[in-house]
């Protein structure tokens, strides 16, 4: 943009000059013009036809825009092109590039990249304009009253923050304030891209220490969101021309591996691209099969991955079709005629990517063992996975019959009613973080963190609403993204329904329920920035811990809560408790078998062996209608587990034969339950009276020192009936801080 703008002391007519394509680096460029000739921007970008004779025609030095345009707008108006070309041509008239070509040549080259990519009217005239706020005279009013609203937000949106007002933080501020205009519209971020990727076509003319600077924010910044934006036109572009800039050795490399494969006189891809055509055709399903050279960097990472490259690893069949149906007779054709590599079949239309790319991808291998990669899809999936959302066209466009071209006419919505329908998750989640960032550093190297990941999943939340986060994500990433700084008192989590440390990573498709303490002193811990994935919840932590020196420093066991020390806790927090006695033995050690009861248990158990006597297992404390089994053991004692018990295994393990055991007519019976809390003051007594209350005794309970405000409860209980289990864990699970009631299981004994 104006970096490259220079305005000589005396403007005049302009000696000839290498063009840009001359002074660009030796790298790979997408051959999109082949059909025309390359026009003299140089020549023509002097040449303004302002004078009222030819008012009304269309400038030479915007033909080729037009052609591409129309290409894909046949009914598009053209007078705002003519009109912003007329103003940006008279606007930045003097300037001159670092190249030496006038600067208008610029904004011509980033229109027609953008052109070339099916970009509406709208998207087309405010590229034309993008730098004379910038770099001249014309205010953002003049463009509002010339152009109107819509043009005036994209050209704001694209104008650089001045280096004499914010200094070191210019760029990075200037991204902010670019990354917010695309929440509101993504085309802002479509001229952006086609800009950079003009400016590094012609980079040759810069310092060396310049060039690999520029290309590093490219390689962070420009490419990740090129990426997630679906526009791979331009990012497959950019990535050749930084691998050129900041890995010489590897790109020239890489560029001979390709001449010499070009030079072989035989073409793999193309005969089985040929037998493609053969099956497809006799099946009589209308597809174009195409050969895709692979760019420079998609070798090279083919190449480092697979050493030795073949014929096919240089590019990939792409099948084009009408329909959506197509593409899976097409796969369905080439499964059955050729040889599948069914290792390599994803279905992206089934389940889009994040950046609306939608294919089927699948392989087929040769009688040589060479493997071909196939891609296929519909023309308009084509045109999304290449130019991703600049072939969405004016998101603000009714919905109407009309063509997008005609954008331009439409009344643009009031400030603070943007709401563009094509905004990402991703984009609504960088837009949340980014402005709890305290500083432009912070900001800065945490975008580039953030658009380092590349793939996004989707968790389900019990209520059926949706979180969308980066792959890799834990608990705590979930827990900020639903809750914010409110997630500060989160103490663990289920996925799936199964309790789960913070520090658990999720999959697409889990279903999280996050546990929140009640302490409103409660605090995050240093531990959770070791398994927070997203800026969203590292700055919420940074920010919390920043305010609190010594707070987040207690012992963590990723359940997700702050830690009392045992020795503190113990004397508030542990409770013995029997049925008219002072203390009893915790629930392990009463797992023991053949170890007598202190009371007996009246629950009538029919055995398969006339005269054993029988006794519940405390292991699992089986009480109607659990299903049982039995198993013999010394004394003649047959001992009754619930058929899922871990000692049911471990006995079969041991050759422990079973004994046919079933429930009679019963009345009272035991049953052990153990019970998840959160730490708060009377929760003992109030769980003690909830029990109380349903008419059932305590035998024993054991209330173990807190783990981070979670509190875990043991009791045995006698029941008078066995029917009353299910009311009596409800009455426990109703208490406040209960979130967790169940039947005790214990690990079997060691082999």
């Known amino acids: 943009m104006s970096a490259e703008a220079t305005n000589p002391a005396t403007p005049g007519p302009v000696a000839p000059k290498a063009s840009a394509a001359a002074t660009a680096p030796a790298v790979p460029r997408a051959d999109r013009r082949k059909s025309r000739p390359r026009i003299d921007l140089r020549r023509l970008g002097r040449a303004a036809l302002l004078g009222p004779a030819v008012r009304g025609k269309l400038p030479d030095a915007i033909s080729h825009v037009v052609e591409a345009h129309r290409a894909h707008h046949p009914d598009a108006d053209l007078d705002p092109l003519r009109r912003a070309y007329v103003l940006a041509e008279s606007s930045h008239r003097g300037q001159m590039r670092k190249s030496g070509e006038p600067y208008i040549t610029h904004p011509l080259a980033v229109t027609l990249i953008l052109a070339e990519l099916g970009a509406e009217t709208t998207t087309l005239t405010a590229s034309l304009l993008h730098d004379t706020v910038e770099d001249t005279d014309v205010t953002l009013d003049q463009v509002r009253e010339q152009f109107g609203e819509e043009v005036r937000y994209l050209v704001d949106g694209v104008t650089k923050l001045e280096k004499v007002d914010y200094g070191a933080a210019a760029e990075p501020e200037t991204f902010r304030k670019m990354l917010v205009a695309t929440g509101s519209d993504v085309r802002v971020m479509s001229i952006k891209l086609a800009d950079r990727l003009h400016n590094m076509r012609t980079l040759g003319v810069m310092r060396p220490e310049k060039q690999a600077r520029i290309a590093k924010v490219t390689r962070d910044v420009l490419i990740p969101l090129a990426e997630r934006l679906g526009v791979q036109a331009l990012k497959t572009e950019m990535e050749d021309l930084v691998f050129a800039i900041l890995h010489p050795e590897e790109y020239e490399h890489t560029r001979e591996l390709i001449a010499e494969n070009a030079a072989r006189p035989d073409d793999p891809l193309a005969e089985v691209a040929d037998e493609m055509r053969g099956v497809l055709r006799e099946a009589g399903i209308q597809a174009e099969v195409l050969i895709r050279p692979r760019h420079f960097v998609s070798v090279h990472r083919v190449a480092r991955k697979r050493g030795q490259l073949r014929g096919t690893d240089f590019g990939r069949l792409l099948v084009l079709v009408s329909e959506d149906a197509d593409c899976y007779g097409v796969l369905g054709e080439l499964h059955t005629c050729m040889t599948p590599v069914v290792s390599e079949f994803k279905d ?3 389940v889009p990517k994040f950046n609306l790319y939608q294919s089927l991808h699948t392989a087929v291998a040769r009688p040589d063992g060479q493997v071909v990669e196939v891609l296929i899809r519909t023309h308009q999936m084509h045109k999304v996975a290449e130019a991703g959302v600049v072939a969405l066209g004016n998101p603000y466009a009714p919905a109407s019959d009309a063509p997008a071209s005609d954008s331009s006419a439409c009344d643009a919505p009031a400030d603070g009613e943007r709401a563009d329908p094509t905004r990402p998750g991703w984009l609504s989640r960088l837009l949340d973080w980014q402005q709890a960032a305290p500083d432009p550093d912070t900001f800065w190297s945490t975008l ?13 939340r019990p209520d059926g609403g949706t979180l969308g986060l980066p792959e890799g ?8 993204a639903q809750y914010g700084e409110d997630a500060h008192a ?26 929140m303490g009640q302490d409103p002193a409660s605090e995050p811990s240093r531990e959770w920035l070791e398994h927070a994935h997203t800026p969203a919840a590292r700055i919420a932590i940074q920010r919390w811990l920043a305010t609190h020196p010594g707070g987040g420093t207690g012992a963590q066991d990723m359940t997700g809560t702050r830690a009392e020390t045992a020795e503190d806790a113990a004397p508030a927090r542990r409770a013995d408790v029997a049925q008219g006695t002072a203390a009893s033995r915790p629930a ?16 009538d158990v029919l ?3 006339p005269g054993a006597s029988v006794r519940l297992a405390r292991c699992c404390t089986p009480v109607p209608p659990d299903e049982i089994t039995g198993f013999a053991v010394r004394g003649g004692v047959v001992t009754v587990h619930r058929g899922e018990c871990a ?3 471990h006995m079969k393990g041991k050759g422990r034969a079973e004994i046919g055991v079933r429930w009679g007519d019963t009345t009272e019976c035991r049953v052990t339950l153990v019970a998840e809390s959160f730490g708060r003051p009377h929760l003992l ?10 008419g059932v005794d305590i035998v024993s309970a054991t209330v173990e020192p807190p783990s981070q405000q979670r509190v875990r409860h043991t009791y045995t209980l006698l029941l008078p009936d066995a029917a009353r289990l299910p009311a009596l864990m409800r009455a426990m699970r109703d208490v406040p801080g209960v979130y967790d009631v169940a039947r005790a299981q214990h690990q079997a004994p060691g082999s």
């Open 348 to 350: 992206f239309i089934a």
């Open 448 to 460: 580039r963190e953030d658009l380092a990941q590349d793939r996004e999943i989707t968790v389900f």
């Open 473 to 480: 994500a834990t608990c705590v990433d979930a827990a900020y």
């Open 490 to 515: 989160c103490i663990g989590a289920r996925v799936n329904g199964r309790l789960a440390t913070l520090s658990t990573v999720l999959k697409d498709g889990d279903t999280v329920q996050l546990l």
């Open 588 to 603: 392990d050690a009463a797992a023991a078998e053949g170890t007598p009861t202190t009371r007996s248990r009246r629950a």
């Open 607 to 609: 055995v398969d062996r």
């Open 647 to 649: 000692a049911v295994a």
């Open 685 to 694: 007594a109030d769980l003690t009276e909830a029990i109380s209350s349903t």
